[in-house]
């Protein structure tokens, strides 16, 4: 029997089951996500991902076993960690756009269905190449280094989705109707069909993830690749990627109003990223090469950080930003308004000197 098959039936069905059951049952009917149902579902969410990779840990002699559910939990873990990012993503296109609390969880069902069929595309090409080309490890892990430098010197600047270019080539292509929000993609009127601002933010948030997914992929094949091989296992990579952007939507019902107080997490997310850089390039090392007449001699020599030391140093480093974001809150900031209210008139000042 091909436990491989078998493993990916299983995790075929699971998602099918959850998404018809989803659908078709549970928000059959709009209605606002209550943070009591979406804490439920992420507990759920969860759950499934654990117990998926727990299945994977006893299967040694079928072609899984400790080393691949280790990979599977790093990925997983890095994966949404990374998707923390989304959420902010999510509640600035929900504002800008008008589409109401109803609607969001529509416009993000099918988002992370689309999600999944991309996340499919780019996950495969990624293995496939990876093992064709052994130097691709090098360009992800560089890409991931740069990507993870850049994020700690970010700022929180702001941008409206409605002026971005995706939008603009969007309306020159369908009619759009921005008075309409939801609850449904396409209107037709006098004959005409138009797109509604729930199908504008359905652009947007499949726009957004293929962004995401350029960092996100690399890190969880970083942690999946072997480097001597240069081979990932696909179901482990995807499933990890799938399960962790299938909770994600249940993750931002239940934190939108409280995930801007993770002030440092957007730091541990540049380190992870940083870390699993210098991890996938040094697991081929740095060789001595020649530029020219000029020899450079080995810059890196080659290394295997075993998998649990890179789920420790993940998740340690995720704790860590968590806890300090809780223990040192952000300063409110007083406006300049608040700051004359508070200052005592010019009589009384001078009559107090």
């Known amino acids: 029997m091909d436990f491989h098959l078998v493993m990916w039936i299983v995790f075929g069905a699971i998602i099918a089951i959850v998404l018809a059951l989803d659908l078709f049952v549970l928000h059959k009917d709009p209605h606002a996500v209550s943070v009591r149902e979406s804490m439920i579902w992420s507990c759920i969410w969860i759950a499934i991902a654990l117990g998926f990779g727990a299945a994977l840990w006893p299967l040694g002699e079928h072609g899984f076993g400790p080393v691949l559910a280790q990979q599977y939990l790093a990925g997983y873990v890095i994966e949404l960690a990374l998707s923390v990012d989304n959420l902010f993503v999510f509640a600035v296109i ?3 756009l008008g589409i109401k609390r109803e609607h969001q969880h529509k416009l993000l069902f099918w988002g992370v269905f689309g999600a999944l069929v991309l996340r499919a595309i780019f996950i495969f090409t990624g293995v496939a190449l990876i093992e ?4 691709l490890m090098y360009f992800f892990g560089g890409l991931l280094i740069f990507t993870g430098i850049k994020l700690l010197f970010t700022g929180d600047k702001e941008v409206d989705p409605r002026k971005s270019l995706i939008v603009r080539a969007a309306s020159k292509v369908f ?36 962004l995401f997914a350029i960092d996100s992929i690399p890190a969880v094949l970083a942690v999946a690749v072997d480097p001597a091989t240069g081979k990932a296992d696909p179901l482990v990579v995807y499933s990890s990627n799938a399960f962790a952007i299938m909770g994600l ?4 019902f ?14 541990g997310l540049a380190i992870i990223l ?4 210098v991890k996938m390039v040094g697991g081929l ?7 020219g007449s000029m020899q450079i001699p080995q810059l890196m020599p080659a290394f295997k950080l075993p998998i649990a030391a890179s789920l420790g140093i993940i998740g340690g480093v995720l704790a860590i930003t968590i806890l300090l974001s809780l223990l040192i809150p952000k300063k409110v900031e007083v406006s300049h308004a608040e700051k004359k209210l508070e200052e005592p008139p010019a009589e009384e000042s001078a009559a107090a000197s």
């Open 175 to 210: 009619p759009v109707k921005p008075e309409i929000s939801g609850p449904t993609f396409f209107v037709r009127e006098n004959g005409k069909r138009f797109v509604t601002m729930l199908f504008v933010g359905l652009i947007l948030v499949e726009f957004t993830d293929v």
């Open 274 to 277: 940083c870390f699993v850089g």
């Open 94 to 96: 929900f504002a800008a």
């Open 249 to 252: 939507r249940s993750l931002y």
């Open 285 to 291: 090392g740095i060789p001595a090469f020649a530029v």
């Open 254 to 267: 239940a934190l939108a109003g409280i995930i801007a107080a993770f002030r440092f997490l957007k730091y």
């Open 132 to 135: 064709r080309f052994h130097w």
